[in-house]
């Protein structure tokens, strides 16, 4: 009995964490945590960009093409002015037939050229501005007749400029 007994005493502790370890493990996950997450809210956030800025693409392109469609001035005059003709109005794109009948153009949420609503673009706006440039440097804005009219289209997402597309046309085609 006195054997058994003995063995009893001599065997080996099993050990357990301590305290300390316990804390420091517990540190060492909440930051593995901590970084984990913040990795995937970037990822998220930057899916969102791209996704905006994709749509934001497909709004501007789609107005730029509506754009290109246009002749450079009212079809029929012999000089041109900027702005909107009589019986243009800004309800509906579909009268339009030069490019300086977008000046001032502007629109929330964005709709096709005959004024029917896109979906699921809240927030969205698109707007086109128009002025005479010159042939030599499309930066320099004449407040005259030139041959040159280029049309900026911005396109934002709740008032934040999210992309911008610039066309040039000319008397010449």
Do not use: C
Not at 25 to 42: I, N
Not at 44 to 55: F, H, V
Not at 74 to 86: I, K, Q, V
Not at 130 to 152: F, M, P
């Amino acid at each position: 009995m006195n054997r058994l007994s003995n063995r009893r005493y001599h065997q080996p502790r099993r050990r357990a964490f301590s305290l300390f370890e316990a804390v420091i493990s517990s540190l060492l996950v909440g930051t593995l945590m901590v970084s984990a997450t913040r990795a995937v809210s970037s990822s998220i956030l930057s899916q969102r960009r791209m996704a905006d800025r994709s749509k934001a693409a497909w709004l501007a392109d789609a107005l730029v093409a509506e754009l290109h469609q246009q002749s450079y001035m009212e079809p029929g005059a012999t000089s041109s002015t900027l702005g909107r003709e009589t019986g243009e109005t800004s309800d509906s794109r579909v009268t339009y037939d030069d490019v300086d009948d977008y000046v001032g153009f502007s629109e929330s949420p964005p709709k096709d050229k005959d004024g029917t609503t896109l979906t699921n673009l809240i927030g969205w706006q698109r707007s086109v501005s128009v002025q005479w440039v010159s042939l030599n440097d499309i930066a320099a804005v004449s407040g005259s007749e030139t041959g040159v009219k280029k049309a900026t289209v911005t396109v934002s997402f709740n008032n934040q400029l999210v992309l911008t597309r610039i066309i040039i046309r000319t008397k010449g085609g």
